[in-house]
Each structure stands twice: as C-alpha cells, then as structure tokens.
C-alpha cells in the first residue's frame, strides 16, 4: 500500500506544481495590468519555481520583462521558443524586446525567420526599419520603408518614417 502511494503522489505532485505555477501566474498578469511590476515580478519568480518551463509561465515572465525593459525577457522568450509554444507574436515581442536593449544581432535573426513567413507583414515590417536604424544601414532602412509603403500605402506610420529617412538621406548627401 505505502508503494502505491508514493507511486500516486509522484504524478500528483508535479500536477498540483503546474497548477500553482499557472495561479501564481494569472496573479501576476493581473498585477501587470494595474501597473504593480514589482508586485508582478514576485509572482512570476514564484511561478517559475514551480514550472520553469511551463509555456505559459515563461509567456508571463517573458511579457513582464517586455513590459520593463528587463534583459531577463531575452532568455524567457528564448526558452518559449524552444519550447515551441511561442506564437508569432511572442517572436514578435522578442525582437521589440531584443532592440530596446539593443540587441540588434539577436533582433535581426529573429525578423529574418519572422518575415520568411509573413514577408507582408507590417509590424514586422517596422520592426526591419527599426533594426536596420539601429545598426546605422539608412539605404536599406529607406529600401524596407520604401517597400512597406508599396504594400501598405495608407498607412501613416509608414509614411511618417519613409519621409525622415527620406529627409535624413538627402541631409547626408549635402553634407558629403
């Protein structure tokens, strides 16, 4: 009898773990929604003790440290990603993520793979004129609004930045 309540609790435990993990981790999105980072961060460093790999926590922690501009969101996202749980908005957020902290190298692989999938798509497309700012390429910066433009003429935030780097590249020219 005592074997077969050992055997019992050892798939009992793990399960009551993620179930806490997953408490824990609605606690923290909704302190995150009032604005309670701190308060947030303490729930979320108690989800991950219970299920540091638990998709959803990683996806808490991960939106936390986006959130502020935490560099820990890096190695979250990471993990989600290897996970394969991230969604294409979880990769999306690491490269925002990824540039705040000026990680230009790891945010530029990430919209490499992004865009092989969605070559259309607009935030990704404003996230590649990011980058390309970032690591000071103003040709390929204007030649990726130049073609979100073409795609997406309406829109004004795309317009916005095709006219400064527009601008910036002719104010360059004239100083040369």
Known sequence: MAVLGVVTWKWVVPGLKAQRARQFSEEATALMRRGDFEGAFSKVL????????????????????????????????ESLIRSGAATPEDRKNLVQLALGLRR????????????????????????????????????????TANYALSLHPGDPQTQLVYGSLLMRNATNSVRA
Do not use: M, W
């Not at 219970?50 to 998709?55: E, M, T």
């Not at 790891?106 to 990704?124: H, Q, Y």
């Open 104 to 143: 230009i190298d790891l945010a530029g692989r990430e919209l490499a793979e992004l865009l092989k999938a969605s070559p259309e798509d607009l935030t990704l497309l404003h996230l590649l004129i990011q980058q390309q700012q970032e690591a000071r390429d103003f040709n390929k910066a204007t030649r």
């Open 46 to 77: 108690a989800a991950l003790r219970f299920a540091p790999q638990d998709p959803e926590v990683l996806r808490t922690a991960a939106t936390l440290c986006l959130e502020t501009g935490h560099p820990n969101g890096l190695r979250y996202y």
